[in-house]
């Protein structure tokens, strides 16, 4: 349950900017983007023990 907890924490300090990547990734799919994002970040969950680093802003990725 912490773990679902901490997704859907995450999912209210994603930018606007990949808040519309995430939804241009589910198009034409039948789940809401959403429930990828909760189910990607349970999995790395389930995995490694450890919640996944997501990146909050695409836009600023320094010199990457």
Same mark, same amino acid.
């Given at each position: 349950?912490?773990? +679902?907890?901490?997704?859907?924490? *995450?999912? !209210?300090?994603?930018?606007?900017?990949? %808040?519309?990547?995430?939804?241009?990734?589910?198009?034409?799919?039948?789940? +809401?983007?959403?429930?990828?994002? *909760?189910? !990607?970040?349970?999995?790395?969950?389930? %995995?490694?023990?450890?919640?996944?680093?997501?990146?909050?802003?695409?836009?600023?990725?320094?010199?990457?």
């Amino acid at each position: 349950m912490a773990a +679902f907890a901490e997704a859907n924490h *995450r999912l !209210k300090d994603l930018s606007p900017h990949l %808040i519309e990547t995430w939804r241009s990734l589910s198009v034409g799919k039948s789940y +809401f983007w959403p429930d990828e994002f *909760r189910g !990607k970040f349970m999995k790395y969950w389930k %995995i490694h023990k450890s919640y996944p680093a997501i990146m909050v802003d695409f836009e600023d990725m320094g010199d990457v």
